[in-house]
């Protein structure tokens, strides 16, 4: 959810501990007070020359949702944690029945209101760690850029206890291991989240089976949920997955043998 701008809602201003707006006016004011903005949101925290500076919490009133952090000029900046609310807004119509629940919450960096790093910084050399936990359950912790999941990290499904763990690009694994509680893993690229081109499927006893995947897509099964501000997104094409063995290596008393 984005914060508003500069030139978004005008807000009464009380400074700390008084019940009466502040009368010197509340743009340039510097000093910890709370917020109250013509859309019904609040924001109760630190203030520099009328901006949100600092650490701070706001409530916007639509869906509920807060966040509380550091901010800098009215965008959230720094160490924080935003909690997105399953709840339907006054003036909204109910959500479509396959429509995916919005909710769930990220506690991590944010840079210029974004969660994780800035445009073109390479995740591993800036502050850029963030778990967000979907309403389902789910759980992805690693690295963000721009709001997106980039870098390392891991997607944890709470249905089945699978991960997905590797390399993000845009929101989107494309190169790591599939993780099954057993012990199993595929290590390979993916494409849609879903295993894609070469790759092995390594099993609990140590036996391996190599091959490629390919991909058909299908008319839309599960998909990680959307994590940009909790908000309902169109999802990627849902895929069909065949995957087409070329070798094998068993294990036979411990060594590998092919």
Same mark, same amino acid.
């Given at each position: 959810?984005?914060?508003?701008?500069?030139?978004?809602?005008?807000?009464?201003?009380?400074?700390?501990?008084?019940?009466?707006?502040?009368?010197?006016?509340?743009?340039?004011?510097?000093?910890?007070?709370?917020?109250?903005?013509?859309?019904?949101?609040?924001?109760?925290?630190?203030?520099?020359?009328?901006?949100?500076?600092?650490?701070?919490?706001?409530?916007?009133?639509?869906?509920?949702?807060?966040?509380?952090?550091?901010?800098?000029?009215?965008?959230?900046?720094?160490?924080?944690?935003?909690?997105?609310?399953?709840?339907?807004?006054?003036?909204?119509?109910?959500?479509?029945?396959?429509?995916?629940?919005?909710?769930?919450?990220?506690?991590?960096?944010?840079?210029? +209101?974004?969660?994780?790093? +800035?445009?073109?910084?390479?995740?591993?050399?800036?502050?850029?760690?963030?778990?967000?936990?979907?309403?389902?359950?789910?759980?992805?912790?690693?690295?963000?850029?721009?709001?997106?999941?980039?870098?390392?990290?891991?997607?944890?499904?709470?249905?089945?206890?699978?991960?997905?763990?590797?390399?993000?690009?845009?929101?989107?694994?494309?190169?790591?291991?599939?993780?099954?509680?057993?012990?199993?893993?595929?290590?390979?690229?993916?494409?849609?989240?879903?295993?894609?081109?070469?790759?092995?499927?390594?099993?609990?006893?140590?036996?391996?089976?190599?091959?490629?995947?390919?991909?058909?897509?299908?008319?839309?099964?599960?998909?990680?949920?959307?994590?940009?501000?909790?908000?309902?997104?169109?999802?990627?094409?849902?895929?069909?997955?065949?995957?087409?063995?070329?070798?094998?290596?068993?294990?036979?008393? +411990?060594?590998?043998?092919?």
């Amino acid at each position: 959810m984005a914060d508003p701008d500069d030139d978004g809602p005008k807000y009464q201003l009380f400074k700390k501990g008084c019940t009466e707006p502040n009368e010197g006016g509340s743009q340039q004011f510097t000093g910890q007070g709370k917020a109250m903005y013509v859309t019904g949101d609040t924001y109760e925290g630190t203030f520099v020359e009328g901006l949100r500076t600092g650490k701070g919490l706001y409530v916007f009133k639509k869906h509920g949702d807060s966040y509380e952090g550091k901010y800098e000029e009215n965008r959230k900046h720094g160490f924080g944690k935003m909690i997105y609310r399953n709840n339907i807004a006054e003036d909204e119509d109910p959500p479509d029945e396959n429509a995916p629940p919005r909710g769930g919450s990220y506690l991590g960096h944010y840079t210029a +209101g974004l969660r994780g790093c +800035g445009p073109n910084v390479n995740p591993n050399e800036a502050a850029s760690e963030g778990t967000f936990t979907y309403v389902n359950g789910d759980v992805y912790t690693g690295q963000w850029r721009e709001g997106k999941k980039q870098g390392k990290g891991t997607y944890t499904f709470a249905k089945d206890q699978t991960q997905l763990v590797g390399e993000w690009e845009q929101g989107k694994i494309t190169s790591g291991k599939w993780l099954f509680p057993n012990g199993t893993f595929y290590c390979g690229k993916f494409r849609y989240n879903k295993p894609f081109g070469k790759g092995v499927w390594v099993f609990k006893n140590g036996n391996q089976l190599m091959g490629d995947y390919i991909q058909k897509e299908q008319p839309n099964e599960d998909e990680p949920p959307p994590d940009d501000d909790g908000a309902a997104q169109r999802p990627d094409p849902k895929v069909w997955c065949q995957f087409k063995p070329k070798a094998s290596v068993a294990v036979r008393g +411990g060594p590998l043998m092919s």
